[in-house]
């Protein structure tokens, strides 16, 4: 079947997608984007959020078909597009923080990341959090948060530092 | 501007891809290319008897399906068995795909070739393979009565046995120090398995250029150069014509440094066959059951000590569970048996283990590797003497440590890298104060008070390690500065996750006097850097960050060399600063390293306005000299080799604070509290992050994750939905403090610090839920199930 939706902003179609597909199948196998991983395709892990019609759900759970005509965003869409690529890949060098969202930006500076596989799901988690958040979310809300999200690697203690320097730095809601 | 930037907390260069979708690890490479996937064996312990393909041949889009018989030379053979040893005198491992007997759930059988991955598994559902159920050997004590046999050929289930004894000052064996001391205590110790589990699962990717008849894999491996080496010999290929590249690699914590795995071999040997590319990604449950896990021992100790608490001898003796494989060796029991004495002196000592199969997935070293069961040992018998004494648990510590004055201290055993247990510097005694200081442990029973005062139980526990970081053999590092200015770092070891691109560029910084924006650093590529050993064993900044400053210095004395000579300067009074080689205090005579880098290639064309410089006619040339000197080489580059003669021991000591309740016997940490010396710091934000990830791991092996094995051998929690690996609301704030006692081993004076967060977190939780429940604690992890058992049964 043809799925149409939008990502990130561009409407687009991905065809010949089976009836079982997942969105995360869809969105890393047939449209090129695979900022958003699989670790578990359970909905345990979160390392697969994007967000639906501006909702974080895990891709993972999310069946190709239920995608048709809605909107979604993955990490890729949270910086500028036009941005320079900053560090394209692991034989480039160049660092850049240009056209970074903020959240990003605060993952950055906070040492926030290890392997960086679960982090393009905790940025879109954290990003979320934060379109909600009235202020600095106490330390519980963030815990809680992003209680959906698995680190192996960082403990987790400097991405809670990524989300309340994210937040200092928006300040509060308009 | 400065360019030292050794031991800042300079922000980590791979992320601005990785925190932007940007990255690419193995599932994000190879669009288009094949799928394979396995059928795996459901037993734990069965004959083969056939494989019927038939039903599977209909899928649309099959392209292959292969068995044992099909597999050609080498490839049919046992996969290596990586560290042999002579006490490990029954080594078995696995063939690629199962020959006749599989030995745990999670084999792999068959190997199924697909357009996609969704066909491969269709494909992989309608092969029916025929099996003769075997008994299965199941649980570690059961095993080692031998009345069931893992590997028919292996009596009494033992792989290995190794007794190692060090005498004590007056020559008296530790069971004579034990027997005859004023004090014993005899008890036995329980750790169970737990799993690396990083959040991306292995994987390989194979392209064969048949015009070229060479191959390129991609593997998320934590050695590639040696992977490379495995391939080449299995599928009989040229080394020159094979090229591994670790991508971006989401986590290894050590089970991808085991290789080759099945998959990494069968993968590239497919696609050269087939002449297609080839993928295969591990799924959550394939790693549940066919890679690796670790921790599972049983230990029985008996130690005699003075009134002091002064440890007089000590003997233990381990059972150590190793699944049904030993591709690693007995590396993991090794460490376990060496790295138990930790910071202290323990008079006579002897430890003896016994290596066991079982009918369960392969152990090789997670994180720590054998370290956490040790320090559990040790720590747990340092309370436990406290307990029998009354005294305070950190003044029996203090009674035993290695003393500063007392380095190098010889611990009269032999290390997993073969060479003596040596440890070249420390400072226990002022950790431990720092410790105490940090966690307020003087002041911890008023608190203690306070909280029952108001029906509260709280306790607290502390725990000590040393760790022998930086095993050798060897890494190397490549340095060459281009016309551009620009300075191109490659080693061989790998990343994981440890943001080596940016400590070593730090490095590299440093040492060459350049902007770090100019250096760009590529790990695990054997296009750029043959020979490696690997990551792992907190070994990479150690190893490859010596390797990569000596290659800096050579590079930085060729370049003042030839920049004195272009300046008509004596190399002695130049400095690099900002990338300018500069007369020191005449920055005015000056020349960049780019054209430094110009100048060092003679050149007969000229291809931009800079190159110009070096071409024939640019300017007055010696004649009687060629453009090259002899023992000389053209261009800006330099690469040394790190090859310490032994590992340089880091120590940290953790404090913890926890809660238990009284009704539901849940357990929280309050406080979590770390010192840790790593020798000098290249990058404290990096090695702080090091630390928090391990003892986030060290809180899950202590409290959440076990692996559950049915008496079939069935694993029965192989998911995250029930195996519990902690989330942001299970891990407490984590607070550190540094001690910097460099290495006199190596030119950095650094020490290794990727494992050390894990080790002793099983200790410290044991100890403070002891201290709060005043009941022993000796068998990790504990649920609060196990606690509320433990209670009703006091
Ligand atoms: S992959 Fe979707 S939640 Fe884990
Ligand atoms: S950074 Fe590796 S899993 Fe989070």
């Keep these: 079947m043809r799925v149409n939706l939008t990502v990130n902003g561009r409407a687009t179609a991905a065809d010949d997608v089976w009836e079982g597909e997942s969105l995360l199948y869809v969105l890393r196998e047939r449209l090129g984007l695979p900022g958003a991983k699989n670790a578990c395709e359970q909905g345990e892990c979160g390392s697969c959020t994007v967000y639906l019609d501006g909702t974080p759900v895990c891709a993972c759970l999310v069946a190709a078909g239920q995608a048709e005509g809605r909107e979604v965003v993955t990490v890729e869409g949270l910086s500028r597009g036009d941005a320079p690529l900053p560090g394209a890949g692991p034989a480039h060098g160049d660092v850049s923080g240009e056209g970074l969202h903020e959240v990003q930006r605060a993952f950055l500076d906070a040492g926030a990341v290890q392997c960086g596989f679960c982090t393009p799901g905790l940025v879109v988690q954290a990003h979320a959090l934060l379109a909600e958040a009235d202020g600095v979310p106490s330390d519980a809300d963030i815990r809680e948060a992003l209680a959906g999200n698995l680190c192996r690697c960082t403990g987790y203690e400097k991405i809670l530092d990524a989300v309340r320097l994210a937040a200092t730095r928006l300040g509060p809601p308009p | 501007m400065t360019t030292r930037l050794f031991g800042e907390p300079v922000q980590r260069r791979e992320d601005p891809r990785l925190i932007t979708g940007r990255g690419r690890y193995l599932d994000d490479l190879g669009a288009g290319a094949l799928a394979a996937a396995f059928v795996r064996s459901p037993h734990a312990h069965a004959r083969i008897l056939d494989v019927d393909v038939s039903d599977a041949l209909d899928v649309d889009g099959l392209v292959a399906i292969y068995t044992w018989e099909d597999l050609p030379g080498a490839l049919a053979e046992p996969l290596p068995l990586l560290i042999p040893h002579p006490a490990l005198t029954h080594g078995r491992t696995a063939y690629p795909l199962a020959r006749e007997i599989v030995r745990h759930v999670g084999?792999?059988?068959?190997?199924?070739?697909?357009?996609?991955?969704?066909?491969?598994?269709?494909?992989?559902?309608?092969?029916?393979?025929?099996?003769?159920?075997?008994?299965?050997?199941?649980?570690?004590?059961?095993?080692?009565?031998?009345?069931?046999?893992?590997?028919?050929?292996?009596?009494?289930?033992?792989?290995?046995?190794?007794?190692?004894?060090?005498?004590?000052?007056?020559?008296?064996?530790?069971?004579?120090?034990?027997?005859?001391?004023?004090?014993?205590?005899?008890?036995?110790?329980?750790?169970?398995?737990?799993?690396?589990?990083?959040?991306?699962?292995?994987?390989?990717?194979?392209?064969?250029?048949?015009?070229?008849?060479?191959?390129?894999?991609?593997?998320?491996?934590?050695?590639?150069?040696?992977?490379?080496?495995?391939?080449?010999?299995?599928?009989?290929?040229?080394?020159?014509?094979?090229?591994?590249?670790?991508?971006?690699?989401?986590?290894?914590?050590?089970?991808?440094?085991?290789?080759?795995?099945?998959?990494?071999?069968?993968?590239?040997?497919?696609?050269?066959?087939?002449?297609?590319?080839?993928?295969?990604?591990?799924?959550?449950?394939?790693?549940?059951?066919?890679?690796?896990?670790?921790?599972?021992?049983?230990?029985?100790?008996?130690?005699?000590?003075?009134?002091?608490?002064?440890?007089?001898?000590?003997?233990?003796?381990?059972?150590?569970?190793?699944?049904?494989?030993?591709?690693?060796?007995?590396?993991?029991?090794?460490?376990?048996?060496?790295?138990?004495?930790?910071?202290?002196?323990?008079?006579?000592?002897?430890?003896?283990?016994?290596?066991?199969?079982?009918?369960?997935?392969?152990?090789?070293?997670?994180?720590?590797?054998?370290?956490?069961?040790?320090?559990?040992?040790?720590?747990?018998?340092?309370?436990?003497?406290?307990?029998?004494?009354?005294?305070?648990?950190?003044?029996?510590?203090?009674?035993?440590?290695?003393?500063?004055?007392?380095?190098?201290?010889?611990?009269?055993?032999?290390?997993?890298?073969?060479?003596?247990?040596?440890?070249?510097?420390?400072?226990?005694?002022?950790?431990?104060?720092?410790?105490?200081?940090?966690?307020?442990?003087?002041?911890?029973?008023?608190?203690?008070?306070?909280?029952?005062?108001?029906?509260?139980?709280?306790?607290?526990?502390?725990?000590?390690?040393?760790?022998?970081?930086?095993?050798?053999?060897?890494?190397?590092?490549?340095?060459?500065?281009?016309?551009?200015?620009?300075?191109?770092?490659?080693?061989?070891?790998?990343?994981?996750?440890?943001?080596?691109?940016?400590?070593?560029?730090?490095?590299?910084?440093?040492?060459?006097?350049?902007?770090?924006?100019?250096?760009?650093?590529?790990?695990?590529?054997?296009?750029?850097?043959?020979?490696?050993?690997?990551?792992?064993?907190?070994?990479?900044?150690?190893?490859?960050?010596?390797?990569?400053?000596?290659?800096?210095?050579?590079?930085?004395?060729?370049?003042?060399?030839?920049?004195?000579?272009?300046?008509?300067?004596?190399?002695?009074?130049?400095?690099?600063?900002?990338?300018?080689?500069?007369?020191?205090?005449?920055?005015?005579?000056?020349?960049?390293?780019?054209?430094?880098?110009?100048?060092?290639?003679?050149?007969?064309?000229?291809?931009?306005?800079?190159?110009?410089?070096?071409?024939?006619?640019?300017?007055?040339?010696?004649?009687?000299?060629?453009?090259?000197?002899?023992?000389?080489?053209?261009?800006?580059?330099?690469?040394?080799?790190?090859?310490?003669?032994?590992?340089?021991?880091?120590?940290?000591?953790?404090?913890?604070?926890?809660?238990?309740?009284?009704?539901?016997?849940?357990i929280r940490i309050l406080r979590y509290a770390v010192v840790h010396d790593c020798g000098r710091l290249i990058n404290p934000m990096i090695v702080e992050g090091q630390i928090h990830g391990g003892v986030a791991q060290g809180v899950g092996g202590a409290l959440y994750e076990k692996m559950v094995y049915d008496e079939h051998g069935q694993l029965l929690n192989a998911s995250f939905m029930d195996f519990l690996m902690p989330y942001a609301t299970e891990i407490p704030r984590i607070e550190t403090a540094h001690l910097e006692t460099p290495s006199p081993l190596n030119p950095l004076g650094i020490k290794g610090a990727g494992e050390a967060g894990v080790i002793p977190v099983s200790a410290v939780l044991a100890a403070a839920i002891e201290d709060a429940e005043g009941i022993p604690i000796d068998r990790m992890p504990i649920s609060p199930s196990d606690l509320h058992t433990l209670r009703r049964s006091r």
Aim: a negative charge; proline letters at 6%; one cysteine or more.
């Design chain 2, 107 to 666: 084999e792999p059988v068959v190997m199924v070739v697909a357009r996609d991955r969704y066909l491969a598994e269709d494909a992989c559902a309608l092969i029916r393979v025929g099996y003769e159920v075997l008994k299965p050997v199941v649980g570690l004590e059961e095993a080692a009565g031998g009345a069931h046999l893992v590997h028919d050929d292996v009596p009494g289930n033992i792989g290995a046995h190794l007794v190692q004894e060090v005498p004590g000052p007056g020559g008296e064996t530790a069971r004579e120090a034990v027997d005859a001391a004023p004090h014993r205590l005899e008890f036995r110790l329980d750790v169970e398995r737990s799993a690396c589990t990083p959040l991306e699962g292995k994987g390989v990717y194979a392209r064969w250029d048949a015009d070229d008849a060479s191959l390129r894999v991609y593997s998320s491996t934590q050695t590639s150069t040696s992977v490379r080496m495995a391939i080449a010999a299995k599928l009989g290929l040229p080394l020159p014509k094979v090229e591994v590249v670790a991508p971006d690699v989401g986590g290894g914590f050590g089970v991808k440094i085991v290789h080759p795995w099945p998959e990494e071999i069968l993968v590239p040997w497919a696609a050269r066959l087939l002449n297609r590319e080839l993928k295969w990604t591990e799924d959550r449950r394939e790693h549940f059951v066919s890679s690796s896990h670790e921790r599972g021992q049983v230990q029985h100790v008996r130690v005699g000590f003075d009134d002091d608490g002064r440890l007089l001898g000590l003997e233990v003796e381990i059972l150590h569970d190793h699944g049904a494989y030993t591709p690693y060796g007995i590396i993991v029991p090794i460490i376990t048996s060496t790295q138990l004495l930790g910071p202290y002196k323990v008079g006579a000592y002897r430890v003896e283990f016994s290596s066991v199969y079982t009918n369960t997935v392969q152990v090789t070293p997670y994180r720590g590797a054998g370290r956490p069961q040790g320090v559990f040992c040790m720590e747990r018998t340092m309370d436990k003497i406290a307990a029998y004494l009354g005294r305070d648990r950190t003044e029996v510590r203090a009674a035993n440590f290695v003393q500063p004055d007392e380095f190098p201290y010889d611990q009269g055993l032999t290390f997993q890298d073969g060479r003596p247990l040596i440890y070249d510097s420390g400072d226990y005694p002022e950790a431990l104060r720092m410790l105490k200081e940090l966690i307020g442990w003087d002041s911890f029973p008023e608190e203690k008070a306070r909280a029952a005062a108001e029906g509260r139980r709280i306790g607290i526990g502390v725990g000590c390690y040393v760790e022998g970081t930086g095993v050798g053999p060897y890494e190397g590092g490549h340095v060459q500065i281009t016309s551009d200015g620009r300075v191109h770092v490659s080693t061989g070891l790998t990343s994981q996750g440890q943001g080596h691109e940016t400590v070593f560029a730090q490095i590299a910084a440093t040492e060459l006097g350049v902007p770090i924006e100019r250096v760009s650093v590529v790990t695990g590529d054997t296009r750029r850097f043959g020979y490696a050993v690997g990551t792992f064993a907190s070994r990479a900044a150690v190893m490859s960050g010596n390797a990569i400053a000596l290659a800096c210095r050579k590079v930085r004395e060729k370049a003042l060399r030839i920049a004195a000579e272009a300046l008509e300067a004596d190399p002695r009074d130049l400095e690099i600063t900002d990338g300018m080689v500069h007369v020191a205090g005449a920055p005015s005579a000056s020349i960049p390293l780019a054209t430094v880098a110009v100048l060092s290639n003679p050149l007969r064309y000229a291809f931009d306005e800079e190159a110009k410089r070096a071409t024939q006619f640019a300017g007055p040339a010696s004649d009687d000299r060629p453009p090259v000197a002899e023992g000389e080489e053209p261009g800006l580059e330099g690469r040394d080799y790190y090859s310490p003669v032994r590992s340089t021991f880091a120590a940290g000591m953790h404090a913890a604070i926890v809660e238990t309740d009284p009704d539901t016997a849940e």
